[in-house]
């Protein structure tokens, strides 16, 4: 079974700064999903972020980048110039390819605080 | 486009009352997914529909555990006899699947929070 480990539990970065949150992952799979979401305190889960596995090319999405190292099951998120309302909790998750029922599988998160 | 629309938000109920939430999925998504997050830990998958049939269900479905979509649209979720480790967010996400295209996001609704007194 696919695992999600996510080994920071909390992570603090000052306002404007970067911070790079680590997701590593097991899989036997050569091709499927990667996703970073968001989820403020008692809000919803937002997605931030997608990787194709067979994409060499890392994503990015504005302030949001990640760094996609397939050979060492390795998905960072990169935050530049954080913000205020980064402050969430993010969640690494993985999902297989067409086929099957894409369900996702989470880490169990990092908790970000932004620091003014 | 309103969004994963989830009722109630929050639930207090007694143990071995059953309970039941409701899921409004993005009107077009023909996928719609249960998970189960607990305090410090991230979605677990329960199971998940694609228009009404329910495909796929994991093993932390107990039998207390019961989910329909009777007409491919909404989708609710009911525990009977509830127990003290039931206590958590029940979330419920959906995405349009399309042959042939590539994996759609999951869209997530805010939660129900279950809390077993």
């Known amino acids: 079974a696919q695992t999600v480990t996510q080994s920071q539990p909390e992570m603090s970065v000052q306002e404007a700064e970067t911070v790079t949150l680590s997701c590593t992952y097991d899989?036997?799979?050569?091709?499927?999903?990667l996703f970073w979401y968001k989820q403020p305190p008692s809000r919803q889960m937002i997605l931030v972020i997608r990787?194709?596995?067979?994409?060499?090319q890392n994503a990015t999405e504005n302030r949001f980048s990640v760094n996609f190292q397939k050979a060492a099951k390795s998905f960072s998120l990169k935050i530049s110039d954080s913000q205020l309302g980064d402050a969430a909790m993010y969640f690494c998750?993985?999902?297989?390819?067409?086929?099957?029922?894409?369900?996702?599988?989470f880490g169990k998160g990092t908790k970000l605080t932004v620091n003014p | 486009d309103t969004g994963v629309s989830q009722d109630p938000r929050h639930k207090i109920t007694k143990r071995g009352q059953n309970v039941t939430f409701r899921c409004d999925p993005i009107?077009?998504?023909?996928?719609l997914y249960w998970y189960r997050q607990t305090l410090g830990q991230g979605p677990e998958f329960l199971t998940y529909?694609?228009?009404?049939?329910?495909?796929?269900k994991s093993r932390l479905l107990s039998d207390r555990f019961s989910a329909e979509r009777p007409k491919g649209s909404f989708s609710t979720l009911e525990i009977q006899r509830t127990e003290q480790g039931d206590s958590a967010m029940y979330l419920c996400?959906?995405?349009?699947?399309?042959?042939?295209?590539?994996?759609?996001?999951?869209?997530f609704g805010d939660g129900t929070r279950l809390s077993i007194l």
């Open positions: 996400a959906s995405s349009l699947m399309r042959q042939g295209a590539s994996n759609q996001p999951q869209h």
């Open positions: 899989t036997s799979e050569s091709d499927y999903y």
């Open positions: 529909f694609q228009n009404e049939a329910q495909l796929e």
């Open positions: 998750a993985y999902q297989e390819t067409q086929g099957g029922s894409e369900k996702l599988v």
């Open positions: 009107s077009e998504h023909n996928r």
């Open positions: 990787q194709e596995a067979y994409k060499q």
